[in-house]
Nanobody, 114 residues
Framework: VQLQASGGGLVQAGGSLSVSCAASGVRFYIHVMGWYRQAPGKQRELVATVSRYGSTDYTDSVKGRFTISRDNAQNTVYLQMNSLKPEDTAVYYC?????????WGQGTQVTVSS
C-alpha cells in the first residue's frame, strides 16, 4: 500500500487546515487509517484514527478541534484541524493498517504561527 498525503501548510493560531491521504495499491480492505505527527525533538505521536466502520479515536490534546474521516470507496482519509495552536506544529504522517501490515505516508508539514 502506498500513501500520498496532501494539504497542510502555514496558518496563524486559531486558524484551520486540512490534510488528506490517498492509498493506492490496496489489495485487501484497510482496517484502520489515521494520522500521526512528529514535532522537532519529539517522538512521533498518534493524532487520530478511524476504523473501516467509522469508529474514531483522538489523542486528548486534539479532541474537539480535529475531525478525522475516511472515504472507503476512495481509500482516502481526511483530517480537518480547527482552532490550531502553535503546539500542533509538526510533520503529519498518514497511516494505514491492512492484513498485510502497516504503511506510512511521506509526511506533510503543518506550521502554526503564534
Amino acid at each position: 500500500v502506498q500513501l500520498q498525503a496532501s494539504g497542510g501548510g502555514l496558518v496563524q493560531a486559531g486558524g484551520s487546515l486540512s490534510v488528506s491521504c490517498a492509498a493506492s495499491g490496496v489489495r485487501f480492505y484497510i482496517h484502520v487509517m489515521g494520522w500521526y505527527r512528529q514535532a522537532p525533538g519529539k517522538q512521533r505521536e498518534l493524532v487520530a484514527t478511524v476504523s473501516r466502520y467509522g469508529s474514531t479515536d483522538y489523542t486528548d490534546s486534539v479532541k474537539g478541534r480535529f475531525t478525522i474521516s475516511r472515504d472507503n470507496a476512495q481509500n482516502t482519509v481526511y483530517l480537518q484541524m480547527n482552532s490550531l495552536k502553535p503546539e500542533d506544529t509538526a510533520v503529519y504522517y498518514c497511516y494505514a493498517r491492512t492484513i498485510e501490515g502497516n504503511s506510512w505516508g511521506q509526511g506533510t508539514q503543518v506550521t502554526v504561527s503564534s
